[in-house]
Nanobody
Framework: VQLAESGGGLVQPGDSLRLSCEAT????????LGWFRQAPGKEREFVVS????????YATDSLQDRFTLSRDNDKKAWYLQMDRLKPEDTATYFC???????????????WGQGTQVTVSS
C-alpha cells in the first residue's frame, strides 16, 4: 500500500486549502482512511477519519467546524478541505489508511510522506 499526499502550501489566516491523498492499493473500498498532523515540536496527532462504510470521526469539535473529509472510492482518493485556517493549524499533514476503523485513528498501518501546511500572515 502506497499513499501520496498533495496540496499543502503557505496560506494566510482565514484562507482555505484542500489536501488530497491517493492510494495504490487493491480493495480500496475496504479501507478506513484519515489524516494526522504534526506541528513543530509537538507529537503527531489524529485529525479526522472516515471508515470504510462512511462514518466520519473528528478529533475535536473545532476541527469538525472547519475541516471536511471526503473519499472517492472510484479514484482511490480522499480529501481534506480545510477552511478558516488558523496559525495553530500549521503542521505537516499525513494521510493514513488501515483496514480497521478504530486503528486508523490510533495506529494506522499505512502513512503518506506528509505535506506541509503553513498558516501565517
Amino acid at each position: 500500500v502506497q499513499l501520496a499526499e498533495s496540496g499543502g502550501g503557505l496560506v494566510q489566516p482565514g484562507d482555505s486549502l484542500r489536501l488530497s491523498c491517493e492510494a495504490t492499493v487493491t480493495a480500496f473500498h475496504s479501507y478506513s482512511l484519515g489524516w494526522f498532523r504534526q506541528a513543530p515540536g509537538k507529537e503527531r496527532e489524529f485529525v479526522v477519519s472516515v471508515s470504510w462504510n462512511g462514518e466520519i470521526t473528528y478529533a475535536t469539535d473545532s476541527l469538525q467546524d472547519r475541516f471536511t473529509l471526503s473519499r472517492d472510492n472510484d479514484k482511490k482518493a480522499w480529501y481534506l478541505q480545510m477552511d478558516r485556517l488558523k496559525p495553530e493549524d500549521t503542521a505537516t499533514y499525513f494521510c493514513v489508511a488501515d483496514l480497521s476503523a478504530r486503528t486508523v485513528r490510533t495506529d494506522p498501518d499505512y502513512w503518506g510522506q506528509g505535506t506541509q501546511v503553513t498558516v501565517s500572515s
